[in-house]
């Protein structure tokens, strides 16, 4: 067992970090998350001040959960009104890790139109049936299959992991990248609606799968997801022009692009957060609308 001492003056939840939503592989048990990571089986809880792990060594978990990032400065350049400031305190310590591109992609192409439980299951199947095991410290696990694997199945065999419709995009997805092992190097060095813009030439990516991409396994922190739960909050607490209108693909991207502007380079961040309270009643935090229309109107 490995044990990092945290910083007093930079703050981690491990629980929030790994149970909000952006990384499917995390699973609770006895105390202790359960998790692979690209090629590593891990086993960490949170002590105080302290990370507790097996699995993999101090660096990855560092490099992995993001802890030479200063949240407090990062916090502060988005905590611009009362909406956020309050998923701030409520969520203090939630941390954007660092995902493989690869198995990212993949599961966010998964993620269109359902939920979290049923993302997990499919990425776990792919995995136990065509990942390379993994002895690690709670027993066999399996690594997410690379692209070849996976180029090598049918669309058959795909939809034998639950993947249903988006059995076809998987694949495409598979074949290119394992024609093109450098596809994520080059997304990396473009600028950002220019990396947008490649990851929905994939089959089945659309603008927020490639936001979430964008922001969780590239480090594009400018990136802000849009759903139906963000949809509701941001018309609710600062575009209640939009509202009733829909979580249209024209809608969403005027919350983006307010979201971008206001809440600047760290709109991820502000995302993730405000995701975090997504079953919270923003309007009892505050009445809305609190900006006045010249301040949305600067912010789009």
């Given amino acids: ?18 149970s909000c939503g952006q990384a499917f592989r995390w699973e609770e048990a006895d105390g202790w998350w359960n998790g692979v990571v690209g090629e590593e089986a891990i086993r960490i809880r949170q002590d105080g001040n302290r990370l507790l792990f097996s699995g993999a060594d101090a660096q990855f978990i560092h490099d992995y959960l993001r802890l030479d990032q200063d949240l407090p400065s990062i916090l502060a350049s ?6 956020i400031g309050a998923a701030i305190r409520e969520c203090m310590g939630l941390r954007l890790v660092r995902q493989p591109p690869w198995e990212c992609l993949v599961s966010y192409i998964c993620a269109t139109n359902t939920n979290i439980p049923a993302v997990k299951r499919r990425i776990a199947l792919m995995a136990e049936r065509y990942g390379r095991p ?7 696990a399996y690594a997410f299959p690379e692209p070849d694997a996976l180029a090598e199945l049918s ?22 990248a394992a024609e093109n092992p450098d596809w994520a190097e080059r997304i990396a060095a473009l600028p950002f609606e220019e990396a947008r813009e490649a990851l929905m030439h994939f089959r089945g990516v659309g603008p927020k799968a490639a936001d979430c991409v964008l922001l969780f396994a590239f480090g594009f922190f400018e990136a802000f997801p849009v759903d139906v739960w963000i949809y509701r ?5 600062y575009l209640p022009d939009l509202a009733g209108k829909g979580c249209t693909r024209a809608v969403c991207e005027r919350i983006r692009k307010f979201a971008r502007g206001y809440f600047g380079d760290y709109a991820g961040y502000a995302q993730e957060y405000l995701y975090c309270v997504r079953d919270r009643e923003m309007q009892k935090i505050v009445k809305p609308p609190f900006l006045d229309p010249a301040t949305r109107q600067n912010s789009q």
């Fill in 134 to 140: 993994i002895e690690g410290p709670f027993g066999r």
């Fill in 155 to 176: 669309c058959t065999d795909l939809r034998e992991c639950k993947v249903g419709y988006r059995a076809d995009a998987v694949r495409e997805a598979a074949l290119y």
């Fill in 1 to 18: 067992m490995t044990a990092i001492l945290l910083r007093p003056d930079q703050p981690l939840d491990l629980d929030r970090t790994l």
């Fill in 78 to 83: 988005i905590d611009r009104d009362p909406v």
């Fill in 233 to 237: 909050i941001m018309t609710e607490a």
